[in-house]
């Protein structure tokens, strides 16, 4: 909290807030309140994930209207997040959304793996996507949340028409079976 005080903006403040986003302890709600209307995107995404760590359910009500508002990507990305997070099961299909490009991608990843095994299904489910960069992140995510189960729905994708994506598929196998010994 002190050094987002100390640096107020830039990357400096970012990095700060984004650390206390990941803490996600209730004390820090008002700094992150404070933050969800700053000029800077990379603010604005950590306030949000700070608010979907640390607040209530009623706490991430508000995204619900801005969800589609916000100019950021990544600021849509986070809410949608934060609302999966507090228990709205329909956004985790709008989060899936997401993954139809390379920008987002670290994003994702991190949030599905906070998310858990929970998300698998869903996941799984939307590997049969026509575009190749939504099939290898979803590919890449499965290879972070799977279990032993997931290989059998991953490994058609060794073969799949996009280099990439198979690629992709069997280092997600390999890491579920290093994972699982």
């Known amino acids: 909290t002190e050094q987002l005080t100390y640096y107020g903006k830039g990357e400096g403040a970012w990095s700060a807030l984004d650390a206390l986003a990941r803490i996600g302890h209730p004390s820090s709600l008002p700094t992150f309140e404070a933050r ?73 990843q991190g949030y599905f793996i906070e998310l858990g095994a929970q998300v698998i299904p869903p996941v799984v489910v939307r590997l049969q996507e026509p575009d190749a960069d939504v099939r290898r992140n979803l590919v890449t995510i499965l290879g972070a949340v799977g ?30 079976k290093m994972t699982s010994r």
């Not at 306030?47 to 589609?68: P, Q």
């Not at 058609?156 to 996009?162: I, L, S």
Request: glycine share 4%.
């Open 147 to 176: 279990d032993q189960s997931t290989v059998a729905a991953l490994t058609p994708f060794k073969e799949d028409r996009d280099r990439d994506v198979a690629t992709a598929a069997t280092y997600a196998i390999e890491r579920i």
């Open 36 to 108: 969800l209307t700053d000029k800077d995107p990379h603010i604005r995404r950590a306030a949000v994930e700070g608010i979907a760590r640390a607040g209530s359910a009623a706490s991430v009500e508000r995204f619900v209207n801005d969800v589609n508002q916000d100019e950021s990507e990544m600021v849509r990305a986070a809410m949608t997040f934060a609302l999966y997070k507090k228990g709205h099961a329909t956004y985790l299909g709008r989060l899936i959304d997401f993954a139809d490009g390379n920008k987002l991608a670290p994003q994702l």
